[in-house]
């Protein structure tokens, strides 16, 4: 079990600081909590005394007793208890499970609360029992739940999540709509209702609404009260019609659904075995009844169809003292379930998206707005209760670091002194496309032509020689003649360089090629598809882009970003990412290593585990493999390796620990008993609700987007070493920053230079002229996961392991 995080490395000296950044004042959407004890008029005290808070806890049981999953009941029912409990008691909290009270409850009143009358919710009579768990300190110093000398692992405690339950009961009663279980709040009376227009002349009908999330969390010296605006998109098209769109596939999609308080399901897979007319064992009566009579009699909803399949959620919750985790299946009737966000096709309709778009995004000044307006809203509603909320506490210290230099083939070289950058030089390798072959349709032969002339064309500027292709013409749309036509050509002579494949293809035939192409069993050759209608407008600037994915797919470099200085000139990047979908069931994680000295060229591969995976045999072998790789480039071991991971919260801080670091350095091991480099391992964390802005100044009188290389590693952070970034060259919508949490760190480098290192290499993803939010190799990392998972369903080719082909 992880017992603490790594403290925050020395820094280096302030002349070497201010060589590389600037300090700068932000301001930011967190707002500092202070708890306040009120004292009586009558008290004997000094004046100034502040008396101690003690907050009670109580485990709350219901009789007859309620599912675990059913929120929303015990809600309804402690709403219409709410007046008689608080006759006795006075103002309480409740979380679902447990009861907050600053009183101690005498067991008569323990009695009296059990013994309440008419507490009669949805046809049935309930009862409320209390338990005293135990109490707790409400203060900031408790709130903070910090030891000044070592680095406590758990962030918050009892008296932070009771200030997020109070919070959570305001809302509540202020008639907002939760929706999921992150503190997003809705204004019931925003919902807008949405109509687009599909390509093919249907409408797909949404629900738009507008509302804010909230989060109160200990820093460094004080409590915040993170405040954010939010939007969600509800489709009205229900997951059964989805399911009979798509062939009863909705694996790794979410589900919402209306009956129980707008809850989210993550659906794992769709059972063919079961349907309504199954039966299972209700809890609550300790009898057999089917799915239909269930939500007929729970929720008063009346099933149609009997011969759909049931979806299944993994409700994964820890046991009350215990702390085992216990994962249980959670069925779900596709008929009562809507669909959650938009379709991909949805996404690519430009004027769905703009429409969309009006009801969900904001600038940067009315996005810092609605915070502060929330802000004064909840600080209105606590103020009574000794829970302070400063709405002017929101300035806070932050530095921006100097971009990178960029340097070029032709001994050209640049800095990116406002992030993007538009490169008109060569590459830095020299780049050839020759051997290559294009295949397309017959119908497609002029807009082929076209974009081979364009491509030799705009390639000029890189440097890059463009040879004339091998073509291969094709009758029809049949992806075996497709395939077959070009492994008869392999079979017959040498394999080209790449394959472009070229047409507008629909998803599965563009997902058979890339299989035959690059998968285990494939041929294993670097391939592009390229879409004759992606060429109708700025031909040039996109054959530019397919020009550079291409050079890079065959592992030529196409820039190098700057080392910072006092890094290790032997230093290897690993990026890791995890696809949301899954291959049979299981989670597919993308592996991505730098294998030379400048973090230009990369070693990938992916590592397919089971959830119930503790060893991780798999990563281990890939961590070997990446040492063997750059060994093979560089005739030397790296001695320094910076592990960037895709975190989800604090639950995955104990798996990365427990898990993922030892199969790192089993790793390290199986390549040589013994080697041992020195490690980095940060948990990368882009689903976060903080944001930072930068005052109006000279001729703007609007609040901005944070400017890129901006690092937030002060007042909002805990005391281990953790830091905000914003890499991104943020021109529209709200720039969300990047939090990086270190788990394991035993390397000599100081903190401003893991800053410097990190932001640098958000500019080393080829697919993009700028930085990008994370380091380069976690980029590609999430690239070929999604590739793996989305379209080639199997792992790679072993040939492409130093091939960037997801590209």
């Known amino acids: 079990m992880l017992q603490q995080l790594p403290k925050r490395p020395p820094k280096s000296q302030a002349a070497d600081i201010n060589n590389i950044c600037k300090s700068i004042k932000l301001l930011t959407n967190m707002f500092v909590m202070q708890v306040e004890a009120h004292q009586s008029s009558d008290s004997d005290e000094p004046k100034q005394f502040v008396n101690k808070v003690l907050c009670y806890q109580y485990d709350v049981e219901f009789a007859p007793s309620i599912a675990e999953d059913n929120r929303n009941l015990r809600y309804k029912i402690f709403k219409e208890a709410r007046r008689n409990i608080e006759l006795i008691i006075g103002k309480f909290s409740f979380s679902g499970k447990s009861l907050f009270s600053m009183r101690n409850l005498s067991k008569e009143k323990l009695n009296k609360i059990k013994n309440i009358d008419s507490i009669n919710v949805e046809g049935q009579k309930y009862s409320i029992l209390l338990r005293f768990t135990k109490s707790f300190e409400v203060n900031d110093e408790s709130a903070q739940n910090l030891d000044k000398n070592t680095v406590n692992f758990k962030k918050g405690n009892q008296v932070t999540q009771l200030l997020n339950i109070i919070l959570k009961s305001i809302m509540r009663e202020e008639k907002y709509l939760e929706i999921g279980k992150n503190s997003k709040f809705f204004e019931a009376n925003s919902k807008k209702e949405i109509i687009i227009k599909n390509k093919d002349g249907s409408t797909s009908d949404l629900e738009a609404y507008k509302g804010f999330t909230f989060n109160v969390s200990p820093s460094q010296d004080k409590i915040y009260l993170m405040i954010d605006y939010c939007s969600r998109i509800i489709r009205k098209e229900t997951a059964l019609v989805y ?118 995004k904001l600038t940067p000044q009315e996005r810092y707005d609605n915070s502060v307006k929330n802000c004064k809203f909840l600080s209105s509603k606590t103020n009574s209760s000794g829970i302070k909320i400063d709405e002017k506490s929101n300035q806070i210290d932050a530095i921006q670091l100097t971009p990178p230099k960029i340097t070029y083939g032709g001994n050209k070289s640049g800095i990116a002194e406002r992030g993007n950058f538009d490169m008109k030089a060569p590459t830095l390798d020299k780049v050839e496309f020759k051997e290559w072959s294009i295949q397309y349709h017959q119908k497609d032969e002029r807009e082929m032509d076209q974009f081979v002339e364009t491509l030799t064309k705009a390639s ?221 391992f940060f948990q990368v964390n882009r689903k976060i609700g903080q944001k930072f802005y930068q005052k109006p100044s000279g001729n703007k009188n609007e609040i901005q987007n944070p400017a890129t290389g901006t690092i937030v590693a002060s007042q909002v952070v805990q005391n281990n070493f953790e830091f905000f970034m914003a890499a991104q060259n943020c021109n529209s919508g709200v720039c969300t920053p990047t939090k990086y949490t270190c788990l394991f760190n035993n390397t000599n480098l100081k903190e401003d230079q893991l800053w410097q290192l990190t932001y640098f290499q958000t500019f080393n993803y080829y697919n993009w002229q700028g930085p990008v939010r994370v380091p380069a190799a976690m980029k590609y990392a999430e690239k070929l996961a999604k590739f793996v998972s989305d379209t080639l369903q199997d792992v790679a080719n072993e040939s492409l392991t130093n091939s960037l082909f997801y590209l």
């Open 243 to 360: 399911l009979k769109a798509n062939g009863n596939q909705l694996s790794g999609l979410s589900v919402i659904t209306k009956y129980n308080n707008y809850q989210t399901y993550l659906i794992d897979r769709v059972d063919d075995k079961k349907t309504p007319n199954s039966t299972f064992l209700n809890s609550r009566t300790n009898t057999q009844i089917t799915f239909a009579q269930y939500y007929k009699e729970r929720y008063g909803i009346q099933i149609k169809d009997m011969k759909q399949p049931l979806l299944v959620h993994k409700r994964k919750y820890r046991e009350a003292n215990t702390n085992v985790q216990i994962v249980e299946d959670v069925y779900l009737i596709p008929e009562i379930c809507n669909m959650t966000g938009m379709t991909d096709e949805q996404r690519a309709n430009y004027q769905a998206m703009k429409e969309v778009a009006t009801h969900t």
């Open 460 to 680: 000029q500027t890189y440097g890059i020689t463009v040879h004339k292709p091998f073509f291969f013409v094709q009758k029809d749309w049949n992806t075996k003649n497709w395939i077959k036509t070009l492994d008869e050509d392999f079979s017959q002579n040498d394999l080209p360089s790449f394959v472009v494949t070229f047409g507008n293809f629909q998803s599965g035939f563009y997902s058979d090629m890339k299989k035959f192409l690059t998968s285990k069993d494939g041929a294993g050759i670097e391939s592009q598809h390229v879409n004759p209608r992606s060429l109708t407008k700025n031909s040039m600037s996109v054959a530019s882009k397919i020009a550079l994915q291409i050079a890079s797919k065959l592992g030529r470099r196409v820039w190098q970003v700057e080392t910072p200085a006092g890094i290790d000139q032997n230093t290897m990047i690993i990026g890791i990412e995890t696809s949301m979908k899954k291959i049979k069931g299981q989670q597919v994680i993308g592996v991505v290593a730098s294998i030379n000295k400048d973090f230009t060229k990369y070693f990938s591969d992916v590592d397919v585990r089971k959830d119930n995976d503790t060893a991780l045999p798999t990563l281990s072998k890939i961590v070997a493999k990446t040492i063997e790789a750059y060994v093979k480039n560089t005739k030397t071991v790296p001695s320094e390796v910076v592990v960037y991971r895709q975190g989800l919260g604090e639950g995955q801080i104990q798996q990365s620990f427990n898990l993922e670091i030892k199969a790192i350095q089993t790793g390290f091991y199986n390549f040589k008993a013994g080697f041992n480099p020195r490690l980095a």
